[in-house]
């Protein structure tokens, strides 16, 4: 079946550094993938989203493309800040399974900035 | 646009007892799910609806619970003998029609003493 694979966390950055969070995926099709983040106490929204391959997602200064050959979607920002502490979860949606779309997610990645 | 609304927030109930929970969906979107999310996890899914018809339900959706969504618009989660592991985080989230991202809400934290 689906699975997608993140990054084992917790990611400890200082403001202004450099984040990368690796995502990994296993699909029966062509699947659409996603980045969600959630803020404590609150739900999960969508970051961006990718739907075919070499598509790059991006949004609020986040990054990521959809690389069909390494079955990965990276997420990337050049320089973090305090307010971007939260849990990130990579996910996919794959139509193969049916046209219900239901969503995949890895296990999510604790990212916390320190000033 | 008022958002997916979960009610209630929290929910603390002992064990045996029988939950309910609500979610509204935003008003154009055909499409409602409800997740599941434990500590330290991702969501899983647990049941689809499209319009009033439940479409898919997840093996982790045992006979103890039931969805509905009557009409086509809100929907309820419905938990009969609470236990011990149905502690968690439920999320329901709903989408317009096509693979249109899904929209969630803040989710309802289930307690079981």
């Known amino acids: 079946g689906d699975s997608v694979t993140q990054m084992e966390g917790p990611v400890t950055l200082s403001e202004e550094a450099f984040l990368t969070i690796n995502c990994t995926y296993t699909?029966?099709?062509?699947?659409?993938l996603f980045w969600y983040v959630q803020y404590p106490g609150e739900g999960l929204q969508l970051l961006l989203k990718?739907?075919?391959?070499?598509d790059k997602g991006s949004n609020k200064g986040f990054e990521a493309t959809y690389r069909k050959e390494t079955t990965s979607f990276h997420l990337e920002k050049g320089s973090v800040q305090v307010s971007d502490s939260a849990v990130y979860f990579c996910?996919?949606?794959?139509?193969?399974?049916?046209?219900?779309?239901?969503?995949?997610f890895g296990k999510g990645t604790l990212l916390t900035v320190n000033p | 646009d008022t958002g997916v609304s979960q009610n209630p927030r929290h929910k603390i109930t002992k064990r045996g007892q029988n939950v309910t929970f609500r979610c509204d969906p935003i008003?154009?979107?055909?499409?409602l799910y409800w997740y599941r999310q434990t500590l330290g996890q991702g969501p899983e899914f647990l049941t689809y609806f499209q319009n009033e018809a439940q479409l898919e339900k997840s093996r982790l959706l045992s006979d103890r619970f039931s969805a509905e969504r009557p009409k086509g618009s809100f929907s309820t989660l419905e938990i009969q003998r609470t236990e011990q592991g149905d502690s968690a985080m439920y999320l329901c989230?709903?989408?317009?029609?096509?693979?249109?991202?899904?929209?969630f809400g803040d989710g309802t934290r289930l307690s079981i003493l």
């Open positions: 990718a739907t075919k391959a070499d």
């Open positions: 699909a029966t099709g062509y699947p659409s």
């Open positions: 996910a996919l949606s794959d139509p193969s399974g049916g046209s219900n779309y239901k969503l995949t």
């Open positions: 989230a709903s989408s317009p029609p096509m693979n249109q991202p899904q929209h």
């Open positions: 008003s154009e979107h055909n499409r």
